[in-house]
């Protein structure tokens, strides 16, 4: 059973930058790594994913080019850089985990089986 714990969520400018870290109690070299986040009285919505060899990268529309998502193997983490933050991107943001040796990188929400606590992350206007 893979447990995930993310970190790095706070309150923030409208503008500023923040990095949110996942870190996974065991190997997930095989496994796709992705970023969701739930806004008050909104649905859970995917932000990014990341397949296991970091070769696929993917973003919800609203932040792509402002959002980068990475990870690193050796240490079991997974990091979501968040740059030129809105008001809009409030929210409690999580991480999963989806086992998937074939390289895939989904944006299904019943394709992950592991999910994190989730760290808020509040922009202020």
């Known amino acids: 059973q893979v447990q995930l714990v993310e970190s790095g969520g706070e309150l923030v400018q409208v503008g500023a930058s923040l990095r949110l870290s996942c870190a996974a109690s065991?190997?997930?070299?095989?496994?796709?790594l992705a970023w969701w986040r739930q806004a008050p009285g909104k649905e859970r919505e995917f932000v990014a994913v990341i397949n296991w060899r970091g070769s696929i990268r993917d973003y919800t529309d609203s932040v792509k080019g402002r959002f980068t998502i990475s990870r690193d193997n050796t240490k079991n983490t997974a990091f979501l850089q968040m740059d030129s933050l809105k008001p809009e991107d409030t929210a409690v943001y999580y991480c999963?985990?989806?086992?998937?040796?074939?390289?895939?990188?989904?944006?299904?929400?019943?394709?992950?089986?592991?999910w994190g606590q989730g760290t808020q992350v509040t922009v202020s206007s």
């Open positions: 065991e190997r997930i070299s095989e496994h796709a």
């Open positions: 999963a985990a989806d086992y998937s040796p074939g390289g895939g990188a989904s944006s299904r929400y019943a394709d992950y089986d592991y």
